[in-house]
């Protein structure tokens, strides 16, 4: 299937590794050109090298903090300043915090604030505009199943991505009339660095190994098995192109089943 990706411009957050380093890939492969950004300088310009090397894409490497809004209007600038436009934005970040209630201040749940929503937000807020000028666009956000069934002593998590779906879910009533759909991606376990600093931080509170609780999370699944992170790229890549201009507003889980709700 021809997705309809070549010549378009794509933004891709916290793309040095895990899902955002397979999602960037992925739409690399569909002759999209890239802006990836990540806080470490030299493992995003070791992702933009293998990226450029596999696909032959064009790739612009920034370094930024999405939970920084000062970093996040450089980061706009610089991808519409390469380019003159972004097509595709995913919005991305690494997760806050976990743990129960109790653990975290005011200053955690402000962090993830700026972190998880803020950064979805401003970076929207800065391609939107092109987008609908050109009247075709595509955002994606990587959110979490948290927000479909919450995930015990990830508060900061389940509580912030879900004000990222109602902003998203909202924001695509408004712009479906200028061609343009917003989608979040909900990841379930998969095999990233993230689900490896949860198993540790579990591993740690209950005096178990991280294989135990590996295990346990993939109890859990009905595939018995944690995800690749190609299988969620994938995915992405389709919600970005032409076939999918009629996908608005959803939230659309890859968890090989965890999620036990009916929708």
């Given at each position: 299937m021809n997705l309809g990706l070549e010549n378009k411009?794509?933004?891709?957050?916290?793309?040095?590794?895990?899902?955002?380093?397979?999602?960037?890939?992925?739409?690399?492969?569909?002759?999209?050109?890239?802006?990836?950004?990540?806080?470490?300088?030299?493992?995003?310009?070791?992702?933009?090298?293998?990226?450029?090397?596999?696909?032959?894409?064009?790739?612009?490497?920034?370094?930024?903090?999405?939970?920084?809004?000062?970093?996040?209007?450089?980061?706009?600038?610089?991808?519409?300043?390469?380019?003159?436009?972004?097509?595709?934005?995913?919005?991305?970040?690494?997760?806050?915090?976990?743990?129960?209630?109790?653990?975290?201040?005011?200053?955690?749940?402000?962090?993830?604030?700026?972190?998880?929503?803020?950064?979805?937000?401003?970076?929207?807020?800065?391609?939107?505009?092109?987008?609908?000028?050109?009247?075709?666009?595509?955002?994606?956000?990587?959110?979490?199943?948290?927000?479909?069934?919450?995930?015990?002593?990830?508060?900061?998590?389940n509580s912030i991505r879900s004000a990222v779906t109602g902003f998203a879910r909202t924001l695509a009533n408004e712009v479906a009339v200028d061609g343009i759909t917003v989608n979040n991606i909900l990841p379930g376990y998969t095999r990233t660095e993230r689900v490896e600093q949860l198993a540790d931080a579990t591993a740690s509170r209950e005096g178990v190994s991280r294989q135990d609780v590996v295990a346990r999370f993939e109890s859990q699944i009905p595939m018995r098995r944690l995800g690749e992170p190609h299988e969620f790229a994938a995915l992405a890549a389709f919600l970005a192109s032409e076939q999918a201009s009629y996908i608005t507003g959803q939230s659309i889980a890859v968890d090989g089943g965890w999620i036990k709700g009916l929708l």
């Open positions: 411009v794509a933004l891709v957050a916290a793309a040095s590794k895990g899902l955002g380093r397979a999602i960037a890939e992925a739409l690399a492969a569909e002759g999209a050109s890239l802006v990836i950004c990540a806080r470490g300088g030299d493992e995003l310009e070791i992702a933009k090298r293998s990226i450029e090397s596999r696909t032959g894409a064009n790739v612009h490497a920034v370094v930024a903090d999405v939970s920084d809004a000062n970093q996040l209007s450089m980061l706009a600038r610089e991808a519409i300043g390469k380019w003159g436009r972004v097509d595709v934005l995913v919005t991305n970040s690494g997760g806050p915090p976990s743990g129960p209630a109790q653990t975290h201040d005011w200053q955690r749940w402000d962090d993830a604030v700026k972190l998880l929503l803020r950064s979805t937000v401003e970076l929207t807020r800065a391609v939107l505009p092109g987008m609908q000028e050109r009247k075709w666009g595509r955002i994606i956000n990587v959110t979490s199943i948290a927000v479909k069934q919450p995930v015990d002593n990830l508060i900061l998590s």
